[in-house]
Structures are given as C-alpha cells and as structure tokens.
C-alpha cells in the first residue's frame, strides 16, 4: 500500500497576490526601520546635549499626529477600502525614504 498523496495548495493565489504580499512586507519592513533609525537619533540628541526629558518631549511631539491619525486612517479605510489605504500608506513610507536618501548632506 502506498501513500496516499496529498496535494500541495498554492503558495500564492496568483501573481497579483505575490506582489502585494512583497509590497506589504518591505512597507512592514521599512516602517520597522524608520522606528530604530528615531532610536538612534535620540542617541544622536544625548551626545548633542539634549537631558532625556527633553529627549522624551521631542518624541512625544510625534505621538500627537500618530493618534489623530489612526482615527483618521479608520475613516479613510472605510471610505475606500483596507487594501488601497494600506497600498497609499505603504507608498508614503517609501517616499519619505527616498526623500531622506535624496535630502541628506
């Protein structure tokens, strides 16, 4: 008696489906690198005199937009769809990349 052979499911669904997974990936990616570059920088402002609560101040400036816009992204998400608000967002972080890799001295 042999085995009997299971089929193996398709990794992807199609090509389209390939594609959006590698884009969310190096979004996720990307986003995880711009959090451990503000890391780092707040390294950069200790050696450049900052205390840490002035550090912490300069961080927590951040967190005001990053609130207002969860709500807002729920909203935009709503109106025209999880995947095309996660492609947009995903493209806004590999512009604001690209404009630092263009922008820096």
Request: charged share 10%; net charge positive.
């Amino acid at each position: 008696m042999s085995a009997p052979s299971v089929a193996r499911p398709a990794s992807f669904v199609d090509g389209q489906a390939l594609r959006e997974y590698a884009f969310v990936v190096l979004a996720v990616f990307l986003t995880a690198l711009t959090a451990h570059q503000s890391i780092m920088l707040s390294v950069v402002w200790g050696k450049a005199g900052f205390t840490p609560a002035e550090i912490g101040l300069l961080f927590s400036v951040y967190g005001i937009p990053q609130v207002l816009l969860a709500f807002l992204s729920c909203a935009v998400a709503n109106r025209f769809g999880l995947l095309p608000t996660m492609r947009f967002g995903g493209f806004m972080v590999m512009l604001g990349l690209a404009s630092f890799a263009l922008t820096q001295n």
